[in-house]
């Protein structure tokens, strides 16, 4: 039994080790942290674009914690962005298991760059020696423990998810298995309490981690249970149902969310990526742009020493190996994803686990196999060296650390970073005077899917940090339906009526334009009052009067409340096709483009109907829209396969015109092409025309 000094310098010696680990895998992060963050483009390549804007949404993230923790807890969840929505942190993780480490770097430097490099590092410090710790309790070998440290900390899965760290952070979940066993074999309240509040925080670092967490915990505690004294595995039971209690707490904004229809549940074809064979754990294959499920040969060959030797022998932890292996089972078949031949695990979890179907990456799971593989190839080393003296353990505990090193691809694991500019002066600006009000950047993104957009406004939204005004845009794992409101009038100013639809639904008073990534009109304009420039940076002051107040109303739709009529007035009701007929009075396209990119078209449509066409509302299969899509010389449809729908940014009454303004992606090949568009409500086609577009080079 160690010393409290004793046990202190233990501790302090396991967290330098992985400290110095962590520092040479990942260097030149430590080095370069304050003001550098991952090269995805760099790191993932082509994949890099899908996930450039990940670190900026992370980093965003914890600020958004830090701020509303210490001005205002109680709207934590009522973020800056996608004003004026309610709950918008509730549309990807809140990371608040990651705040402890995040926010005493961040609020001693006051630089987020610095605090989200310094997070990122210890969620491997702490994983490592938090398995280290575990396997240490089952065997009693130190060495043991470094080892599945090791090999859990510096996983190619985990190397691979760097843009993902809300995937990382796994220091939790061997400190839940370790006070679980503590709580069965002593039953203090200090172990109890360790239970219960390891497994809240790891659940509260990202809800794939909190299933991750459900799953290990619930098979392990059900193995191990077995035979132990009744009331320490009620006692123990307790405590978890406490620590999950609490974070149910912190997940009704969630629950919220989703019965307001702010989320929608996601269908069968969403989900990504899974691992489709075992072979992928034995070579080192990846799925996908960054998910790399190889376990390493090295680590697979020590686990499977350690199940076979449990089992024959017979050992006192042979319940706990039999409980890694069906926790290694379990991983294995989540990881396979939703079956077509039948139902699988997955699909069970689906249907019966609250909010699992929002999991939409199954291949994630493999951070299951993981974790069982680094607890059984500890145990594995522990019987292989049990019985050495401590110089040679270690020595070849040593040895073997170096050999998992060049099995795992660390010593050709080079980790690329880039700078991160300093904030343009227009944010300290608007920290000074914006008063709180609403702002809006532009430019905004050109459809759904674009991806420099995408990066453009999380971007944003974490210069956000700076002022924290409410934004109309922003970034999240999922978008508000009132993003898709807001976006087309946005893409359409200074155009008044836009300005006007703007001001009237969330209250806008600020204007920022990015001249460096757009064109616009210097003139004077309606509405809009020049109030400071830095560079190609201009600050708008809003000064119009905004013909109706509806920013009430867009929160209470917003709330799940249904909706009749548009925010106009016009009635949301099915329209039959002779009152869809449209002119099109103008269809601008340019005449040639590459391929493969998209190209600005401004088209102005006349309403030739009886009836007004519906156009301010959420609810889209309700609202006339404006459909494109490409068609070839012979008349046949080419891609890309989804073009966006066109939502037109006013109610239009019959004789009168609306103009909308997109970024429409053009074919992949060269060629002539049309683009046609129709007025359209639901499955009924009102009017049509075309404008021929010719893709060249390569």
């Not at 934590?76 to 509730?90: D, G, Q, S």
């Not at 190839?377 to 050999?403: D, F, H, K, N, Y």
């Not at 009132?482 to 946005?490: H, K």
Request: glycine residues 10%; charged residues 15%; proline residues 8%.
């Amino acid at each position: 039994m160690l010393s409290g000094s004793e046990r202190g310098r233990t501790v302090v010696a396991v967290l330098g080790l992985f400290t110095v680990a962590t520092v040479w895998v990942l260097w030149p992060l430590a080095r370069h942290g304050a003001d550098h963050i991952l090269d995805v483009h760099r790191f993932y390549g082509g994949a890099g674009w899908l996930l450039a804007s990940d670190p900026w949404l992370y980093m965003w993230v914890l600020g958004w914690d830090t701020h509303a923790l210490l001005s205002a807890p109680t709207r934590l969840f009522h973020a800056n962005i996608f004003h004026p929505a309610p709950l918008t942190l509730a549309l990807s993780d809140h990371l608040l298991g990651y705040w402890p480490l995040f926010a005493p770097f961040y609020l001693a430097t006051g630089n987020p760059v610095a605090g989200y490099a310094a997070t990122l590092l210890l969620s491997f410090v702490l994983s490592g020696a938090a398995m280290c710790w575990l396997v240490r309790h089952w065997t009693g070998s130190w060495a043991a423990g470094v080892v599945a440290g090791f090999v859990f900390a510096f996983a190619p899965w985990r190397l691979s998810q760097l843009a993902h760290m809300q995937l990382l952070g796994l220091y939790g979940l061997p400190l839940v298995l370790l006070f679980w066993d503590r709580s069965l074999e002593s039953g203090r309240v200090r172990d109890l309490a360790g239970l219960g509040g390891a497994f809240l925080v790891q659940c509260l670092c990202s809800y794939y981690l909190a299933y991750c967490t459900v799953i290990v915990t619930a098979t392990y505690a059900a193995i191990t249970a077995l035979r132990a004294r009744p009331g320490r595995v009620i006692r123990a039971t307790v405590a978890l149902g406490l620590g999950a209690a609490a974070f149910t707490l912190t997940s009704l904004p969630y629950v919220w969310v989703r019965a307001s229809g702010l989320v929608a549940e996601p269908r069968p074809a969403a989900q990504v990526a899974s691992v489709p064979s075992w072979r992928v754990y034995v070579s080192p294959i990846a799925i996908g742009p960054a998910i790399h499920p190889y376990q390493g040969r090295v680590a697979l060959a020590l686990a499977g020493v350690g199940l076979v030797a449990a089992m024959l022998r017979r050992e006192r932890h042979a319940k706990r190996v039999v409980a890694l292996a069906a926790i290694l089972v379990a991983g294995y078949l989540l990881a396979l994803g939703p079956s077509r031949a039948g139902p699988s695990l997955y699909d069970w979890l689906c249907r019966w686990l609250p909010g699992f179907s929002m999991t939409r990456v199954p291949a994630r799971f493999v951070i299951v196999v993981a974790f069982s593989v680094a607890g059984l190839a500890g145990i594995g080393w522990a019987v292989g060296v049990g019985r050495l003296p401590a110089a040679v353990t270690w020595t070849l505990s040593a040895a073997l650390c170096a050999l998992l090193a060049w099995d795992l691809g660390l010593t050709r694991f080079t980790l690329p970073v880039t700078p991160v500019g300093a904030l343009p002066p227009v944010y300290g600006w608007l920290a000074e005077h914006g008063a709180g009000r609403p702002l809006l950047e532009l430019p905004v993104r050109s459809w759904r899917g674009d991806l420099v957009g995408n990066l453009r406004e999380q971007r944003y939204a974490w210069a956000s940090i700076r002022h924290w005004l409410p934004h109309l845009s922003g970034r999240s794992g999922y978008f508000p339906p009132s993003y898709d409101l807001i976006l087309p009038m946005a893409r359409r100013l200074p155009d008044p009526a836009a300005l006007d639809a703007l001001v009237s639904l969330t209250g806008l008073h600020w204007i920022v334009v990015h001249g460096d990534d757009m064109r616009w009109d210097d003139r004077p304009m309606e509405g809009l009052e020049l109030a400071s420039t830095f560079g190609s940076d201009r600050v708008y002051r809003v000064n119009r009067r905004p013909s109706a107040d509806w920013q009430a109303e867009l929160v209470r739709r917003l709330g799940g409340s249904g909706e009749s009529a548009t925010f106009a007035g016009a009635p949301l009701r099915p329209l039959p096709s002779r009152d869809l007929r449209a002119d099109f009075t103008r269809v601008d396209l340019p005449q040639r483009s590459p391929p493969r990119l998209a190209v600005p078209a401004t088209i102005t449509v006349r309403n030739r109907g009886r009836r007004t066409w519906p156009g301010l509302a959420l609810a889209t299969d309700r609202l006339v829209l404006l459909r494109t899509q490409w068609r070839d010389s012979d008349g046949r449809r080419v891609g890309p396969a989804a073009l966006p729908a066109l939502r037109l940014t006013a109610d239009v009454p019959p004789g009168e015109e609306v103009s909308v303004s997109a970024m429409v992606p053009v074919p992949p090949a060269p060629g002539r092409y049309r683009l046609v568009v129709r007025s359209m409500q639901g499955g009924r086609v009102g009017g049509r025309a075309a404008r021929v577009l010719e893709v060249v080079g390569s």
